[in-house]
């Protein structure tokens, strides 16, 4: 079985910072995804970035960007850069490709970008 | 309008009612679930459907069963509620031939059990 651990219940950073939110994971499998979805106040499930498990290079959109350890089964979001928009709970969440592609999800970190 | 519909978005009934969520999409994608959003928790899955002749009981089922009545539309049922089914409730689909399979969720429905 898979699991994902998210161990930040809550976290804040000051608007215009840098801040990583951690997430590792369990796994015999050697091929799956990697997500980091985030759910602002309005509920709604966002995809942030995804990253291939055979690729070594960290996925990286706009400001956010991840440090992918394979070996190590870790899987960090940094947000540089931290907008007031950014307040959200992120959900950490591995995919096998193969095998139905059922999700796991961590229990998600809840961060606050303080003005 | 979004993609993934949910309704009710809020509901509050009593204990041992029966309730329906409905979800529909217009994304054309084949697979379908349903989580439950507790927190501390995260989401948890509780059913799913790779089409409309497929359904499969995910990590929590029991209390609770699914109709998939089209390609679009996934609904679950709590056939009597309890109080410890009081949660945030997602739909989301993805594409079969979308190897990286994405989830593209529903807006939520909030179910409270008094």
């Known amino acids: 079985a898979q699991t994902v651990t998210q161990s930040q219940p809550e976290m804040s950073v000051q608007e215009a910072e840098t801040v990583t939110l951690s997430c590792t994971y369990d796994t015999s499998e050697n091929n799956y995804y990697l997500f980091w979805y985030k759910q602002p106040p309005s509920r709604q499930m966002i995809l942030v970035i995804r990253?291939?498990?055979?690729?070594?290079q960290n996925a990286t959109e706009n400001r956010f960007s991840v440090n992918f350890q394979k070996a190590a089964k870790s899987f960090s979001l940094k947000i540089s850069d931290s907008q007031l928009g950014d307040t959200a709970m992120y959900f950490c969440?591995?995919?096998?490709?193969?095998?139905?592609?059922?999700?796991?999800f961590g229990t998600g970190t809840s961060l606050t970008v303080i003005p | 309008d979004a993609d993934v519909t949910q309704t009710p978005r809020n509901r509050i009934t009593k204990t041992g009612k029966r309730i329906m969520l409905e979800c529909s999409q217009t994304k054309g994608h084949d697979r379908m679930y349903w989580y439950r959003q507790d927190p501390g928790l995260g989401l948890r899955l509780i059913y799913y459907?790779?089409?409309?002749?497929?359904?499969n009981k995910g990590e929590i089922s029991d209390g609770y069963s699914v109709s998939r009545q089209a390609q679009a539309k996934f609904s679950l049922s709590l056939e009597s509620a309890i109080p410890n089914q009081t949660a945030l409730y997602f739909c989301?689909?993805?594409?079969?031939?979308?190897?990286?399979?994405?989830?593209?969720f529903g807006e939520g429905s909030r179910l409270t059990v008094l």
């Open positions: 459907s790779f089409d409309v002749k497929d359904i």
């Open positions: 989301a689909t993805s594409h079969t031939g979308d190897v990286t399979g994405e989830l593209f």
């Open positions: 969440a591995f995919m096998k490709l193969y095998g139905g592609n059922q999700f796991y």
């Open positions: 990253q291939e498990a055979y690729k070594q």
